[in-house]
């Protein structure tokens, strides 16, 4: 067993085998110190929350372990009946797909005609959103056909997307949306 | 699916495939696209099952299949009407169940003509209206008007309208015989799909064609099942919703439905694809399939009431789901004076789906668009359109991980790069806002096999990231503080009455996810206790459901949707983890999987059967039946709703209670499926004169220009689509992971060798597609898997072409989608993407040019677009944005 | 010493999904391998290497399988690692000690030992173990150490989605493979045929302990037909020299000083 107290020298892995008398370094002579202690980064988490794959539809288990406040790993659930604990190349890059530095995590905003993105506050961002859909739905309102037929919309604002969003948020969509008159909701189901 | 059985949803789940002695996948790359589902097909063959797969294209499904059968893309419906020919004609039908279960007894109107009379039309058409006068095509003796009046088809649930109808076989002949009843009508339409003519229409040589229909024989009865696994190569086509059809119509006659084993697996591409047409971001539906109003027809609450409620069947419950769902939306403002606020909804007045949309958007109609977790300028058919659109929009809204195309239109496009648009003259005003992944949220995804799964939030979201639910919450907690000064006026009711006080949690003050899925779950108002299930919802107002078919996923007040009791901890039909609509049943129709007396058809083959010590249906599965109801049960006269259905009824959502091979009404293309060329093909269409379905939808605009109807001589070649395992869809979630991309690093098309020989292609060297909307380059890869069908003496050669690349990303590539035009099926909007015809050249592309902003790529000629057409269908009525139906007074769509 | 640990790898009910690559990258936390199409089927990541320890071959080929209906053709996918060989060309030909036999019967390079001298790569008869470019080290397949260690499965095998690589213990990973091969040869599949299974199949290997059933030829699979681990002959050769434990220290210190020279280039 390597003595973490040795010098820098007795730890040089030829001197170990010379002492040793191991020549081939074919047993615990050349273990290192990392490697008595490696172990399963998964073993000592702060959470492992249960989740569903978010690429196809077939719903695998995914456990996601979490440590200080990170996810370390992602890898499919043994629990579950569908997938047994096995993912697909996709499933099995989720850590990526969250973790990886693809991901933007500032609003970014582009004037008309203009030529770049400038980063503005989430908040003055979303404030910006409401009031052009208060205008453009003012704007744009359709109380009755031709016909005087109640329509009770406007035709100006749509929607796209839902297929890889959650059900509480679909739910929301199509409620706040039906609320403002606004119809043309749609998403990848029909594309 | 929805018209064949009653519900628009697959009838099994993937596990249940280890049950099946034979398994179809076709319309499908199950191996690539779900591998984990795949899985339960390799269980099913290392048990002796045998594996077909039917697909133009030799997949990695295909490499561990028992069979592969070649096809002509676009020909499905030719290849399986070959095989309900066989059964047909062999009587290889499992009679008993066939009987008993489905509507093959049912007498039809004197006057149905079939397209076999009309080649190609079925009787009814309407040249003025360019459409079908569907009541010819009811049932003997059913008042056409009254029925048809009731209730017509309805589009837009992902290609399986869900159905309504009140209608019920007035006369039947169990023996088949009578040459009127739906069994014969299914003969004679069929007669002309010989293993010859699928030779013609498919490339499929007659002895494979009789190989697969024997297996399928072989493998079905009481002892044994097969399965059908479809995707997207089924519902991308212009007649998308009849190809499924077909397969149903073969499910029903082999006795499949219902039964483990059996069944018809739709394979859906995203994580709550199901989901989003469940709790619908689509513009015809409410929650749980509940129709929108439309304008011309619903004009108040009585009316519309009356013209979806159901008379008999399931949908008689109709009026509880409405007003329970017009509770959990306006609350207290929702009462019975007030007709629960019908007036509050907004209606439509015709087709308001996607492409409409963006065409009405490159028109300069719609000024505000929002797209949250989807990328269409890559994933959506003729992307140059999709642009130009954006281009005239006031303000944009994404929502996604990076900035993907859509997010950058302005200034990474293929026509800016050739300086055909300049960013500075796009006015369009962009707004990106980072979305929150799932490991970000608390939230639960419906997958494909109907499963509720939630999944738990694991981190907070970094920075300025933040859920949909956190946007749209706090989108309308703003759009109420904006109207609070203008709530005089009735149009801003719904916004003050919305209900919209969802607590909320977390630093960012998020809603919790849990507390809207109890309100799709439904509550008792007095109380607020999570109601039990659908069978406690109410029309007095006593109720609120958010989703009637969601209801009892939140039962006992807690969870149901996150309950994860381990597999080998519980049956292999894992009832204790998570949640299935409707009522946690896991297999549709499972009544089926018993004889009309309540017993398992066979030990071999039992799921669900009457125990009559109990008085009740019981089995491995929760039985998809009135639990009390014995088989015995006949309705009484003048029975209404649910008390018609008798106890030999399977398919409970549908008005008679029987599968339908024949769908008398709920589709506007006809009651059966009948092959038609897709919209651009290389050969004319070999059965009918009426070669392309003729409700197809057409946009003829001068950015979206069609090819020849068949042999056009700029176009030579067959195309198809698709997807490959190691990318997802138009590449949002896989253009930016490095272990993804180095897996497949680039665009590419496939070709075989013998067409590689003929353009002058070199394997790893570069092509230029080329349509008339654009012109792409790609890598070549020549391979084998790729083969020249031979179709009537000429070879048809096909080129193979994913679909995951564009501009942005670490891996680019050009979009395939830029090639293909909008057509979409009359039925559920869905677009033709799957069968179109190119050209293929060597080199690089020389231009990248794009029509909608290039203008013409090829030389023009002389259409003949007038092909596609009988005489009588040509000339439709144009609306503004190509052709469309216009609303019949059966409130069709 | 545990149980031997290893794979069976049966490539008949091999998708080609590479979930295992993915898998063992995220696992590893692995760097990619460049993004270059190869028009080679689909195999885009060609060869195992320093960053990918799992690879999967596409082979096409002009011949049916014996259980297939489809034309004269047949598309072959077979997921390549490590082979953890009973004799290990790679661990017996390392000078610094880096690579060991862990107690699990696999063979482990210590990348904090390591100091690139690139002996191994040279003497793996399977061209498995590789240098990374950027710090001159050796790199392979652990068979997960860090998981075994805490009694998990590798994470390709747990990947897999339809179990075609299998992990466990040797002795019960060969008796499944014999079974295997039996009931495949029951049922036609006279091609199948178990590659390095045992010391008496690789003698040249002595076995391997992560093992394949396979369909045509190794060579197709880009296997050696005959892989015979080099130091196999030169040990034997060192033994009956009987060559003292300190001319041996020597030698090694003498590589250890020119591999260092090498790493550092």
Same mark, same amino acid.
């Given at each position: 067993?390597?003595?973490?107290?040795?010098?820098?020298?007795?730890?040089?892995?030829?001197?170990?085998?010379?002492?040793?008398?191991?020549?081939?370094?074919?047993?615990?002579? *050349?273990?290192?110190?990392?490697?008595?202690?490696?172990?399963?980064?998964?073993?000592?988490?702060?959470?492992?929350?249960?989740?569903?794959?978010?690429?196809?539809?077939?719903?695998?288990?995914?456990?996601?372990?979490?440590?200080?406040?990170?996810?370390?790993?992602?890898?499919?659930?043994?629990?579950?009946?569908?997938?047994?604990?096995?993912?697909?190349?996709?499933? *099995?890059?989720?850590?990526?797909?969250?973790?990886?530095?693809?991901?933007?995590?500032?609003?970014?905003?582009?004037?008309?005609?203009?030529?770049?993105?400038?980063?503005?506050?989430?908040?003055? *961002?979303?404030?910006?959103?409401?009031?052009?859909?208060?205008?453009?739905?003012?704007?744009?309102?359709?109380?009755?056909?031709?016909?005087?037929?109640?329509?009770?919309?406007?035709?100006?604002?749509?929607?796209?997307?839902?297929?890889?969003?959650?059900?509480?948020?679909?739910?929301?969509?199509k409620k706040l949306f039906t609320g403002l008159g606004i119809i043309q909701v749609e998403n990848q189901a029909r594309i | 699916m929805g018209t064949s059985f009653g519900r628009g949803g697959a009838t099994t789940f993937p596990q249940d495939l280890q049950n099946s002695d034979v398994i179809v996948i076709e319309g499908s790359n199950m191996a690539e696209c779900h591998p984990v589902a795949f899985r339960w097909v390799m269980k099913?063959?290392?048990? +002796?099952?045998?594996?077909?797969?039917?697909?133009?294209?030799?997949?990695?499904?295909?490499?561990?299949?028992?069979?592969?059968?070649?096809?002509?893309? $676009?020909?499905?419906?030719?290849?399986?009407?070959?095989?309900?020919?066989?059964?047909?004609?062999?009587?290889?039908?499992?009679?008993?169940?066939?009987?008993?279960?489905?509507?093959?007894?049912?007498?039809?109107?004197?006057?149905?003509?079939?397209?076999?009379?009309?080649?190609?039309?079925?009787?009814?058409?309407?040249?003025?209206?360019?459409?079908?006068?569907?009541?010819?095509?009811?049932?003997?003796?059913?008042?056409?008007?009254?029925?048809?009046?009731?209730?017509?088809?309805?589009?837009?649930?992902?290609?399986?309208?869900?159905?309504?109808?009140?209608?019920?076989?007035?006369?039947?002949?169990?023996?088949?015989?009578?040459?009127?009843?739906?069994?014969?009508?299914?003969?004679?339409?069929?007669?002309?799909?010989?293993?010859?003519?699928?030779?013609?229409?498919?490339?499929?040589?007659?002895?494979?064609?009789?190989?697969?229909?024997?297996?399928?024989?072989?493998?079905?009865?009481?002892?044994?099942?097969?399965?059908?696994?479809?995707?997207?190569?089924?519902?991308?086509?212009?007649?998308?919703?009849?190809?499924?059809?077909?397969?149903?119509?073969?499910?029903?006659?082999?006795?499949?439905?219902?039964?483990?084993?059996?069944?018809?697996?739709?394979?859906?591409?995203?994580?709550?694809?199901?989901?989003?047409?469940?709790?619908?971001?689509?513009?015809?539906?409410?929650?749980?399939?509940?129709?929108?109003?439309?304008?011309?027809?619903?004009?108040?609450?009585?009316?519309?009431?009356?013209?979806?409620?159901?008379?008999?069947?399931?949908? +008689?419950?109709?009026?509880?789901?409405?007003?329970?769902?017009?509770?959990?939306?306006?609350?207290?403002?929702?009462?019975?004076?007030?007709?629960?606020?019908?007036?509050?909804?907004?209606?439509?007045?015709?087709?308001?789906?996607?492409?409409?949309?963006?065409?009405?958007?490159?028109?300069?109609?719609?000024?505000?668009?929002?797209?949250? +977790?989807?990328?269409?300028?890559?994933?959506?058919?003729?992307?140059?359109?999709?642009?130009?659109?954006?281009?005239?929009?006031?303000?944009?809204?994404?929502?996604?991980?990076?900035?993907?195309?859509?997010?950058?239109?302005?200034?990474?496009?293929?026509?800016?790069?050739?300086?055909?648009?300049?960013?500075?003259?796009? $006015?369009?005003?962009?707004?990106?806002?980072?979305?929150?992944?799932?490991?970000?949220?608390?939230?639960?995804?419906?997958?494909?096999?109907?499963?509720?799964?939630?999944?738990?939030?694991?981190?907070?979201?970094?920075?300025?990231?933040?859920?949909?639910?956190?946007?749209?919450?706090?989108?309308?907690?703003?759009?109420?503080?904006?109207?609070?000064?203008?709530?005089?006026?009735?149009?801003?009711?719904?916004?003050?009455?919305?209900?919209?006080?969802?607590?909320?949690?977390?630093?960012?003050?998020?809603?919790?996810?849990?507390?809207?899925?109890?309100?799709?779950? +439904?509550?008792?108002?007095?109380?607020?206790?999570?109601?039990?299930?659908?069978?406690?919802?109410?029309?007095?107002?006593?109720?609120?459901?958010?989703? /009637?078919?969601?209801?009892?996923?939140?039962?006992?007040?807690?969870?149901?949707?996150?309950?994860?009791?381990?597999?080998?901890?519980?049956?292999?039909?894992?009832?204790?983890?998570?949640?299935?609509?409707?009522?946690?049943?896991?297999?549709?129709?499972?009544?089926?999987?018993?004889?009309?007396?309540?017993?398992?058809?066979?030990?071999?083959?039992?799921?669900?059967?009457?125990?009559?010590?109990?008085?009740?249906?019981?089995?491995?599965?929760?039985?998809?039946?009135?639990?009390?109801?014995?088989?015995?049960?006949?309705?009484?006269?003048?029975? !209404?709703?649910?008390?018609?259905?008798?106890?030999?009824?399977?398919?409970?959502?549908?008005?008679?209670?029987?599968? /339908?091979?024949?769908?008398?009404?709920?589709?506007?293309?006809?009651?059966?499926?009948?092959?038609?060329?897709?919209?651009?093909?290389?050969?004319?269409?070999?059965?009918?004169?009426?070669?392309?379905?003729?409700?197809?939808?057409?946009?003829?605009?001068?950015?979206?220009?069609?090819?020849?109807?068949?042999?056009?001589?700029?176009?030579?070649?067959?195309?198809?689509?698709?997807?490959?395992?190691?990318?997802?869809?138009?590449?949002?979630?896989?253009?930016?992971?490095?272990?993804?991309?180095?897996?497949?690093?680039?665009?590419?098309?496939?070709?075989?060798?013998?067409?590689?020989?003929?353009?002058?292609? !070199?394997?790893?060297?570069?092509?230029?597609?080329?349509?008339?909307?654009?012109?792409?380059?790609?890598?070549?890869?020549?391979?084998?898997?790729?083969?020249?069908?031979?179709?009537? $003496? !000429?070879?048809?050669?096909?080129?193979?072409?994913?679909?995951?690349?564009?501009?942005?990303?670490?891996?680019?590539?050009?979009?395939?989608?830029?090639?293909?035009?909008?057509?979409?099926?009359?039925?559920?909007?869905?677009?033709?993407?799957?069968?179109?015809?190119?050209?293929?050249?060597?080199?690089?592309?020389?231009?990248?040019?794009?029509?909608?902003?290039?203008?013409?790529?090829?030389?023009e000629i002389d259409l003949k677009a007038e092909e596609r057409d009988l005489p009588q269908v040509r000339h439709k009525p144009e609306t503004r944005h190509g052709y469309k139906a216009e609303e019949t007074k059966e409130g069709n769509i | 010493m545990a149980a031997g640990k290893g794979f069976f790898t049966d490539t008949t009910i091999c998708i080609g999904c590479k979930a295992c690559e993915v898998a063992c990258k995220q696992w590893?936390?692995?760097?990619?391998?460049?993004?270059?199409?190869?028009?080679?089927?689909?195999?885009?990541?060609?060869?195992?290497?320093?960053?990918?320890?799992?690879? #999967?071959?596409?082979?096409?080929?002009?011949?049916?399988?014996?259980?297939?209906?489809?034309?004269?053709?047949?598309?072959?996918?077979?997921?390549?690692?490590?082979?953890?060989?009973?004799?290990?060309?790679?661990?017996?030909?390392?000078?610094?000690?880096?690579?060991?036999?862990?107690?699990?019967?696999?063979?482990?390079?210590?990348?904090?030992?390591?100091?690139?001298?690139?002996?191994?790569? #040279?003497?793996?008869?399977?061209? #498995?173990?590789?240098?990374?470019?950027?710090?001159?080290?050796?790199?392979?397949?652990?068979?997960?150490?860090?998981?075994?260690?805490?009694?998990?499965?590798?994470?390709?095998?747990?990947?897999?989605?339809?179990?075609?690589?299998?992990?466990?213990?040797?002795?019960?990973?060969?008796?499944?493979?014999?079974?295997?091969?039996?009931?495949?040869?029951?049922?036609?599949?006279?091609?199948?045929?178990?590659?390095?299974?045992?010391?008496?199949?690789?003698?040249?290997?002595?076995?391997?302990?992560?093992?394949?059933?396979?369909?045509?030829?190794?060579?197709?699979?880009?296997?050696?037909?005959?892989?015979?681990?080099?130091?196999?002959?030169?040990?034997?050769?060192?033994?009956?020299?009987?060559?003292?434990?300190?001319?041996?220290? #020597?030698?090694?210190?003498?590589?250890?000083?020119?591999?260092?020279?090498?790493?550092?280039?």
């Amino acid at each position: 067993m390597p003595d973490h107290n040795e010098s820098a020298l007795s730890r040089w892995p030829v001197l170990r085998q010379v002492k040793n008398l191991d020549p081939l370094g074919l047993s615990n002579s *050349a273990v290192s110190p990392r490697t008595e202690s490696l172990a399963a980064r998964t073993k000592k988490v702060d959470k492992v929350a249960a989740s569903v794959c978010p690429y196809c539809a077939v719903g695998c288990g995914q456990l996601v372990y979490v440590k200080d406040e990170k996810i370390i790993d992602i890898e499919g659930d043994p629990a579950s009946p569908i997938s047994h604990g096995t993912l697909c190349p996709k499933g *099995a890059a989720t850590f990526q797909l969250v973790t990886g530095s693809n991901r933007v995590t500032n609003v970014l905003y582009r004037r008309p005609y203009g030529t770049k993105w400038e980063t503005i506050p989430l908040d003055k *961002a979303m404030d910006m959103v409401a009031e052009r859909v208060k205008k453009t739905r003012d704007a744009n309102w359709e109380g009755k056909s031709e016909n005087g037929e109640p329509l009770r919309r406007t035709m100006a604002i749509a929607h796209l997307g839902g297929a890889t969003l959650d059900n509480e948020e679909n739910y929301l969509i199509k409620k706040l949306f039906t609320g403002l008159g606004i119809i043309q909701v749609e998403n990848q189901a029909r594309i | 699916m929805g018209t064949s059985f009653g519900r628009g949803g697959a009838t099994t789940f993937p596990q249940d495939l280890q049950n099946s002695d034979v398994i179809v996948i076709e319309g499908s790359n199950m191996a690539e696209c779900h591998p984990v589902a795949f899985r339960w097909v390799m269980k099913a063959r290392e048990r +002796g099952a045998t594996i077909i797969h039917v697909d133009p294209r030799f997949t990695r499904t295909s490499a561990v299949a028992n069979m592969h059968v070649p096809i002509r893309a $676009g020909s499905d419906i030719a290849f399986l009407g070959g095989i309900i020919h066989y059964i047909v004609e062999n009587e290889r039908y499992f009679k008993e169940y066939v009987v008993n279960y489905t509507n093959a007894p049912a007498i039809i109107n004197d006057e149905f003509r079939d397209t076999e009379d009309l080649d190609g039309l079925f009787g009814g058409w309407e040249k003025d209206k360019g459409q079908y006068k569907t009541s010819t095509w009811m049932y003997k003796g059913v008042d056409p008007e009254a029925a048809a009046g009731a209730r017509e088809s309805e589009s837009g649930n992902k290609g399986e309208p869900v159905q309504k109808n009140p209608i019920q076989a007035e006369h039947t002949d169990p023996t088949l015989q009578d040459p009127r009843c739906v069994f014969q009508i299914l003969k004679r339409h069929f007669s002309r799909y010989t293993p010859e003519m699928v030779e013609e229409a498919c490339g499929v040589p007659k002895d494979l064609l009789l190989k697969v229909a024997e297996t399928l024989c072989k493998n079905s009865g009481p002892e044994r099942t097969g399965a059908f696994c479809y995707a997207v190569g089924w519902t991308q086509h212009s007649a998308g919703v009849q190809y499924i059809r077909t397969a149903a119509i073969i499910q029903l006659l082999l006795g499949n439905i219902g039964r483990p084993g059996g069944g018809i697996m739709a394979l859906r591409g995203h994580a709550s694809i199901q989901g989003s047409t469940d709790i619908p971001t689509l513009y015809n539906l409410l929650p749980g399939y509940l129709l929108m109003p439309k304008a011309k027809h619903d004009k108040d609450l009585e009316t519309y009431l009356k013209l979806n409620e159901s008379p008999s069947g399931w949908w +008689g419950e109709f009026p509880k789901y409405f007003v329970s769902l017009m509770k959990a939306w306006f609350g207290d403002a929702a009462t019975k004076e007030h007709d629960w606020c019908y007036d509050y909804l907004p209606t439509l007045t015709g087709d308001h789906s996607h492409m409409n949309t963006v065409v009405d958007m490159a028109d300069g109609a719609v000024k505000g668009y929002f797209v949250m +977790g989807e990328n269409p300028v890559v994933g959506s058919m003729n992307g140059p359109l999709q642009r130009k659109g954006l281009r005239a929009l006031d303000w944009l809204v994404v929502r996604d991980f990076q900035l993907i195309e859509t997010a950058e239109f302005w200034r990474e496009a293929p026509e800016i790069e050739r300086g055909e648009v300049r960013s500075e003259d796009i $006015g369009t005003e962009v707004f990106f806002f980072p979305a929150a992944a799932h490991t970000e949220k608390d939230g639960s995804f419906t997958n494909t096999q109907r499963l509720l799964q939630w999944h738990h939030k694991a981190i907070e979201p970094a920075g300025d990231s933040r859920s949909e639910l956190d946007f749209v919450f706090k989108l309308g907690q703003r759009m109420k503080a904006l109207y609070r000064d203008e709530y005089d006026q009735p149009r801003n009711w719904p916004i003050r009455d919305l209900t919209w006080d969802y607590p909320t949690k977390g630093p960012a003050q998020e809603p919790d996810a849990e507390a809207v899925l109890f309100e799709i779950n +439904g509550y008792t108002v007095s109380d607020r206790k999570a109601v039990e299930g659908y069978t406690s919802l109410k029309d007095d107002g006593s109720t609120a459901s958010g989703c /009637w078919i969601y209801s009892g996923c939140y039962r006992d007040g807690t969870n149901q949707t996150a309950r994860r009791k381990p597999q080998g901890e519980q049956s292999w039909v894992a009832p204790e983890w998570a949640w299935a609509w409707p009522h946690n049943r896991r297999i549709l129709y499972n009544r089926a999987s018993a004889d009309p007396e309540g017993k398992p058809w066979s030990e071999r083959k039992r799921l669900v059967w009457w125990d009559e010590q109990k008085g009740e249906w019981v089995g491995e599965d929760e039985p998809d039946f009135i639990l009390k109801r014995p088989p015995s049960y006949r309705a009484v006269e003048n029975a !209404r709703g649910k008390e018609t259905i008798s106890g030999v009824d399977p398919f409970i959502m549908q008005a008679d209670g029987k599968g /339908w091979i024949y769908v008398a009404s709920g589709l506007q293309d006809g009651p059966l499926p009948t092959h038609y060329e897709p919209q651009e093909s290389v050969i004319p269409n070999p059965l009918y004169g009426q070669s392309c379905n003729p409700l197809r939808m057409e946009w003829k605009r001068e950015d979206n220009p069609y090819h020849r109807p068949y042999s056009d001589p700029r176009f030579p070649f067959a195309l198809t689509t698709y997807r490959l395992t190691e990318h997802h869809t138009a590449g949002g979630m896989s253009r930016w992971l490095s272990w993804l991309s180095e897996l497949q690093p680039e665009m590419f098309c496939e070709i075989s060798p013998e067409l590689a020989v003929e353009r002058g292609l !070199r394997n790893g060297g570069w092509a230029t597609i080329r349509t008339s909307r654009a012109e792409i380059e790609a890598r070549v890869l020549v391979t084998n898997r790729l083969r020249p069908l031979r179709i009537r $003496g !000429r070879i048809v050669h096909q080129i193979g072409v994913p679909y995951h690349w564009s501009s942005k990303g670490l891996v680019r590539g050009d979009a395939a989608n830029d090639l293909i035009s909008f057509v979409g099926d009359p039925n559920v909007s869905i677009q033709e993407s799957k069968a179109l015809t190119a050209d293929i050249r060597a080199g690089r592309r020389s231009k990248g040019r794009r029509h909608v902003t290039s203008g013409p790529i090829v030389p023009e000629i002389d259409l003949k677009a007038e092909e596609r057409d009988l005489p009588q269908v040509r000339h439709k009525p144009e609306t503004r944005h190509g052709y469309k139906a216009e609303e019949t007074k059966e409130g069709n769509i | 010493m545990a149980a031997g640990k290893g794979f069976f790898t049966d490539t008949t009910i091999c998708i080609g999904c590479k979930a295992c690559e993915v898998a063992c990258k995220q696992w590893n936390q692995l760097p990619d391998d460049g993004f270059t199409f190869t028009g080679m089927s689909y195999d885009n990541t060609v060869h195992l290497g320093a960053s990918t320890w799992r690879h #999967v071959a596409f082979i096409e080929r002009p011949v049916a399988l014996s259980n297939q209906d489809a034309g004269d053709f047949s598309w072959l996918f077979s997921s390549d690692v490590c082979k953890h060989c009973a004799r290990a060309g790679c661990l017996e030909s390392c000078p610094t000690g880096a690579i060991i036999r862990t107690e699990f019967d696999t063979v482990y390079v210590q990348p904090d030992i390591c100091n690139g001298c690139g002996y191994c790569v #040279v003497n793996c008869p399977f061209g #498995v173990i590789d240098r990374r470019e950027d710090d001159g080290r050796a790199w392979k397949c652990t068979l997960c150490y860090d998981r075994l260690k805490e009694d998990m499965t590798p994470a390709c095998a747990k990947a897999c989605p339809t179990e075609s690589i299998q992990f466990g213990d040797l002795d019960d990973l060969r008796q499944r493979a014999r079974n295997r091969i039996d009931q495949l040869h029951e049922q036609g599949m006279s091609e199948a045929y178990l590659y390095g299974a045992s010391k008496e199949d690789q003698p040249g290997t002595e076995g391997l302990n992560a093992f394949f059933l396979l369909l045509d030829k190794p060579e197709a699979y880009n296997l050696p037909p005959d892989p015979i681990v080099p130091t196999k002959t030169v040990k034997d050769a060192w033994k009956s020299m009987g060559l003292a434990v300190v001319g041996m220290a #020597v030698t090694a210190i003498g590589s250890v000083l020119l591999a260092g020279n090498g790493a550092r280039r």
